[in-house]
């Protein structure tokens, strides 16, 4: 259970003056970067349909090469045929379903033994769940897809990016962190004790994204990488898609309706990855391209920390390590 304490605390620090910035945000048109990424690597999750998709066509446009971590074989397949003879460069993937451990590791690995640097890593692969479910770990899966597989990567990856000494790191997130009002259960992560609710698992899970944030900012100052998050504004993704026959037929006839096309998203994600503008801008969370202050309890620096030794047990880290060595 939450701490009352720390509730007491959110409810101070909440201001209402951030809702507003919010609104005023989401209604402002997204920066656009005009240079080129010539050969430079992209490495993007859940690259085969809307946002990550749209985005591997505008990095792929501007002459960046690609590596995309998906989970369908086929329709990676496809990406690569329609990538490569559209836009003539290199469009590369590897197959994992990040909800499953031993696929996040190996996916993790495979990126950590490139011979060759990453110059921008996308983590946008994401899902929604009207009802708890559970992978193969015991783990539920919300938090998994959209937390736990980015932190993993993160983690497994962070030496090589300081060695490196350039690069972004940039998490697909949401306004949607702020459905966990009072922040992350530390001791219910996997929604035992408490009644499942869909907007609340993507809030605490988004929320845990950005707690990571704060530490991994940390941990890479002064090495030249960056690491910030942005919410892709309202567009059309194929997120829920596996919910009941309802949710998705409320989806596509009432939400997807009045969504914009992701194209708005990928043009986000190449300014925050490419323009020199932000090149010095870490530990940031953006509402498309603007700066924006997120909830109180995604800024909760002691509640990160405690997260931190949690996802490294959940994780298995130690185990992945070890055998790595």
């Not at 770990?137 to 897809?145: P, S």
Request: aromatic share 10%.
């Amino acid at each position: 259970m939450i701490e009352r304490a720390r509730i007491r605390r959110y409810f101070k620090e909440y201001k209402v003056s951030n809702i507003v910035a919010m609104i005023r945000n989401s209604s402002k048109p997204a920066k656009v970067c005009q240079d080129r990424f010539d050969r430079k690597l992209v490495v993007i999750t859940g690259a085969t349909s809307g946002i990550g998709y749209y985005t591997a066509r505008k990095y792929a446009s501007m002459g960046a090469n690609l590596l995309c971590v998906n989970r369908n074989l086929e329709r990676s397949e496809k990406l690569k045929k329609e990538i490569e003879l559209t836009y003539g460069v290199r469009c590369e993937y590897y197959i994992a379903d990040l909800s499953v451990l031993k696929e996040i590791h190996g996916a993790a690995g495979y990126l950590l033994n490139l011979d060759q640097n990453i110059d921008v890593l996308i983590h946008n692969a994401g899902v929604y769940y009207t009802r708890k479910q559970v992978t193969v770990d015991g783990l539920e899966k919300v938090f998994v897809v959209n937390y736990l597989s980015s932190f993993i990567i993160n983690y497994i990856l962070l030496e090589k990016f300081k060695r490196q000494k350039s690069g972004r790191i940039i998490l697909v997130n949401s306004e949607g962190h702020r459905f966990a009002v009072w922040g992350i259960d530390i001791d219910d992560i996997n929604w035992e004790r408490r009644r499942y609710s869909g907007l609340k698992s993507y809030g605490a899970a988004k929320n845990a994204q950005l707690l990571s944030m704060l530490v991994f900012n940390e941990l890479l100052r002064g090495s030249g990488v960056t690491i910030n998050a942005m919410h892709p504004g309202a567009v059309r993704t194929e997120s829920g898609k596996d919910n009941d026959p309802v949710y998705k037929w409320v989806k596509k006839n009432i939400y997807d309706k009045m969504l914009k096309s992701p194209e708005i998203s990928a043009e986000a994600l190449y300014y925050l990855g490419v323009s020199k503008e932000i090149e010095d801008i870490s530990g940031k969370f953006f509402n498309l391209t603007t700066l924006e202050e997120p909830a109180p309890p995604a800024l909760d620096k002691e509640v990160a920390n405690q997260l931190w030794g949690l996802s490294i047990r959940l994780a298995k880290l130690d185990e992945f390590l070890k055998g790595a060595v």
